[in-house]
């Protein structure tokens, strides 16, 4: 249920979803569960969910009210290098809370990836240096979330503190799969951060598969069987 009807409710179905005039992501949401007597509102977004390889990465940020930082935009609107200098800029500035997990590939094939990110939210969420009181989570519910939360589809592009969340799981993701490009290097980590391209594939196909690829993915699954299986 959602903690707070007004005035966030009723929930939009996707094509109603009601972006930001600017096209740009705000705290009006944020602004929303104050009035409400919230007081550590944290965005929650998550990185890695598609990729044959490497961890889930979720990130969950509390922004201070009346936060600016010129720039700052869904990840997925961003160059990889403004989105390493807005990384830069939030991880330095001590008046952002802030804190990033993971889910381990092993965790991906036992649970699922669904319920892999969802441990790595809330694990970022119970990380956090001060644990929020309410927090916006991208895309649908996250059943059992231990705080109270709402669902923000497209949350990224609608809110400023899930939009922090999406560039500091972005690019802790993208860094950690180019320092595991240098151990595997046949594999072009670093270009595809673990997607399954063409060059993944064949990658794959020829040198087989490592530790961090997600065997319960139907791609890599497929790449174990026998030859003439």
């Known amino acids: 249920m959602n903690p707070y009807p007004h005035p966030l409710m009723p929930r939009p179905k996707k094509s109603e979803i009601i972006l930001p005039p600017d ?17 550590h509102i944290c965005g929650i977004d998550e ?22 930082l010129p720039g700052l935009n869904d990840s997925k609107k961003l160059t990889a290098r ?29 649970l ?37 939360s709402l669902n923000l589809v497209k949350g990224d592009a609608r809110s400023l503190s899930i939009a922090a969340a999406s560039i500091l799981a972005k690019v802790n993701r993208d860094r950690y799969m180019i320092e595991l490009d240098t151990l595997y290097p046949q594999y072009g980590f670093a270009r595809h951060a673990g997607y399954g391209t ?23 699954a497929q790449m174990e069987l026998p030859l003439g299986f």
């Open 47 to 68: 990185a890695g969910r598609g990729p044959l390889a490497g961890p889930v990465v979720a990130a969950a940020v509390i922004l201070p009210p009346g936060y600016e």
């Open 198 to 220: 063409k060059a993944h594939m064949e990658a794959i196909q020829h040198y087989g598969i490592t530790e961090h690829h997600r065997r319960s993915f139907a791609p890599v």
């Open 112 to 148: 699922n990836i669904l319920r892999a990110t969802h441990l790595a939210m809330q694990r970022a969420a119970l990380g956090l240096p001060v644990t929020p009181d309410f927090c916006l989570i991208d895309g649908l519910a996250v059943p059992g979330f231990p705080l109270p």
């Open 23 to 39: 096209g740009k992501p705000d705290m009006a949401h944020e602004t929303a569960a104050r009035q409400q007597g919230y007081t």
């Open 82 to 110: 403004r989105r390493e200098k807005l990384y830069e800029a939030l991880m330095a500035d001590e008046t952002v809370q802030k804190c990033i997990a993971h889910a381990t590939v092993q965790e991906i094939d036992e």
